[in-house]
């Protein structure tokens, strides 16, 4: 079902993930249970299977284990209970849930509003330098294949 999204992950240029630090599914049923939500099946797939990306110099939100999860900043938790801790935060994006923060002038996040038939939800971008908002992919297998298409530099034949 993704083995597009497989293949381009095994390219090393520019993005780097650690094969062996895959989500347990524990983990992903607790983090549910605290959001209040069933996360998108295909974030779900790159939870167990790959875990965590470092891609163009920034982290795509994942899980960490459970008795880290309160001193990891690229855990998709953490960050969630920092914004949802923010009363203005709260009011202003009721629906966001950060999934990647590069240090550059947007950030993408699942609309939780706005789930598809598959289960999944799609990836807004925040344009922050614009102060737009605008859907950039349908799902996060989506999401991914359109970041490292955007972000890693193409090889020649």
Known sequence: MYERLAEKLENPAGIKWFKGRGAEDAWIVDAEAELGLTLPPSYCWWLKNYGNAHLSGTWILNLAPP?????????????????????????????????????????????TSA??????????????????????????????EQLIDKRIPRQSS
């Not at 801790?85 to 947007?106: G, I, K, S, T, Y």
């Not at 344009?127 to 999401?143: Q, R, T």
């Open 115 to 144: 789930r598809d038939e598959q289960g999944e939800f799609p990836v807004m971008c925040y344009d922050l330098m614009n102060d737009m908002i605008f859907e950039y992919a349908p799902s996060f297998a989506a999401f991914l």
């Open 67 to 111: 008795e880290l999860r309160e001193y990891v900043d690229t855990d998709i938790l953490y960050i969630h209970r920092l914004n949802i801790a923010d009363e203005e935060w709260r009011n202003q994006f009721p629906n966001r849930l950060d999934l990647f923060v590069p240090d550059e002038d947007e950030l993408y996040y699942f609309d």
